[in-house]
């Protein structure tokens, strides 16, 4: 069983930044990829930007620029560094994983997820 446990978040202004970690445990397989996915009221799990085994990421076009995912293998961690955050960040965040190389989008494919964190971003 792989449990994920996150850390980080908060509230932040308009333009500031926050970092959120994931540290993960349970892989029986060499091979995982980690994601991270925002659920904001009445709309379920989006996902954000996930990292690959290969460490290629992927995000979605609201937040290519502003933030970045990355992985610490040896802690079987990651990271989302989420700089210029808007209004529209604002969000329960949950990473999640899989042992496989290459994670979808889709949240509806993930069974582990960690327990969820608050970012919020206002004026």
């Known amino acids: 069983q792989v449990d994920l446990v996150q850390s980080g978040g908060g509230s932040v202004q308009p333009g500031g930044s926050l970092r959120l970690s994931c540290a993960a445990s349970?892989?029986?397989?060499?091979?995982?990829?980690m994601g991270w996915f925002r659920q904001t009221p009445g709309k379920g799990r989006e996902g954000v930007a996930l990292i690959h085994n290969t460490g290629e990421t992927t995000y979605v076009d609201s937040v290519k620029g502003r933030f970045t995912i990355s992985k610490d293998n040896a802690k079987y961690t990651s990271y989302l560094q989420m700089n210029n955050l808007k209004p529209e960040d604002t969000g329960m965040y949950f990473c999640a994983a899989q042992e496989r190389l290459y994670c979808p989008l889709a949240a509806d494919t993930y069974n582990a997820w960690g327990q969820g964190t608050q970012v919020t971003v206002s004026s």
């Open positions: 349970g892989f029986t397989r060499s091979r995982y990829c």
